[in-house]
């Protein structure tokens, strides 16, 4: 018996099927897996948006455990979920189908294995689904030209400034600078550092 796995002969599989980002997704296939300590839905996802990542797919998992129930319950009302099923606390496969939403996802890597997380999740009616694709599309060419927004208290992307005493400096922004800089006595025997010329 002979049985096709996907991406089988490619040795850079994970560079080309791990996705970090937000997406606009279809639900194309599922799987009920019973494991004895963490049971989950497995989900293949379709991308339908940005243009530039279309019909590419990828898997992930939620999962069904007590403490887990809640993404769980994300995931299915914002892909718009028959409610009555949810109401019911069943999750049918056939339901899952075909249904559409907005996910943000990362990629990591456990013990050598690869791993797509869905962090978040978003409904999708046209009126959405237009919107997003708008501003994924600014998202991408921002990040390709290289142009990052100031953020206050973020000196590099996934780097928070923790620590920083002069948070809103950076920034000019004036309300941050008198919310967060602390005056201390003394400070006007300094006064003569104002009259030192360079």
Not at 25 to 43: A, D, G, I, N, S
Not at 152 to 160: A, K, L, M
Request: glycine fraction near 6%.
């Amino acid at each position: 018996m002979r049985h096709q796995i996907l991406g089988l002969h490619s040795r850079h599989q994970d560079s080309e099927t791990s996705f970090d980002g937000v997406f606009l997704v279809r639900v194309e296939r599922t799987w009920y897996r019973r494991h004895p300590q963490k049971p989950f839905v497995e989900l293949r996802f379709v991308i339908l948006d940005p243009q530039s990542f279309q019909d590419r797919s990828f898997f992930s998992q939620v999962y069904c455990t007590e403490r887990a129930l809640w993404k769980l319950h994300w995931f299915l009302r914002d892909f718009a979920y028959d409610a009555d099923l949810l109401n019911r606390d069943q999750v049918d496969q056939k339901a899952l189908l075909n249904l559409r939403g907005v996910v943000r996802t990362s990629h990591k890597i456990v013990n050598g294995r690869s791993f797509q997380n869905l962090n978040s999740f978003a409904p999708a009616d046209e009126e959405q689904r237009q919107e997003f694709g708008r501003l994924v599309e600014t998202t991408v060419h921002q990040i390709e030209a290289g142009h990052f927004n100031s953020h206050s208290g973020i000196r590099f992307p996934q780097n928070g400034c923790i620590s920083c005493s002069h948070l809103g400096l950076c920034l000019n922004n004036q309300q941050l600078v008198i919310a967060k800089l602390i005056r201390k006595p003394g400070a006007s025997d300094l006064d003569w550092l104002d009259e030192l010329v360079d």
